[in-house]
């Protein structure tokens, strides 16, 4: 058994983020000891860094909770498994999109831009007009 400072070097997780999936039940409550340390065995160790590498994979906690339980079937089909993976994918993909838009806006407002005033600044500008923007007045 191990401490939440050695779960936590062991896996890369904060102390306090690990408290966190406590108080969630992403992480089963871990027995204590008389003096109310937390005690965690290689079970955790395994689920921890699980959803470590999750979470780095942009999974949300829903999705996450959703894996854990399925793990508690390993006969089921993987199915759900798979159509979890593919929304992520899907959400990575769309963002992936919107950073490309964001990198041809940007890219065009820096060429625009001649340097000179403030007052005159092209970067300036196209943040201030907001016209025709969904989140503009």
Do not use: W
Not at 85 to 103: C, F, K, P
Request: hydrophobic share 35%.
């Amino acid at each position: 058994m191990i401490t939440i400072g050695a779960l936590s070097k062991r896996t890369g997780v904060n102390i306090e983020t690990i408290r966190y999936y406590e108080r969630i039940r992403l992480m089963p409550p871990p027995p204590r000891t008389d003096s109310g340390r937390r005690l965690y065995g290689a079970e955790d160790v395994r689920r921890l860094t699980f959803i470590r590498h999750a979470r780095n994979l942009g999974f949300d906690i829903a999705a996450i909770k959703t894996m854990l339980t399925l793990q508690e079937v390993p006969e089921a089909s993987c199915e759900q498994v798979s159509r979890i993976a593919t929304d992520q994918l899907d959400a990575v993909e769309s963002r992936i999109r919107r950073l490309l838009g964001l990198r041809t806006e940007l890219t065009r407002m820096i060429k625009e831009c001649d340097n000179g005033k403030v007052a005159t600044c092209r970067i300036i500008e196209v943040l201030d007009d907001s016209s025709g923007h969904p989140d503009g007045p």
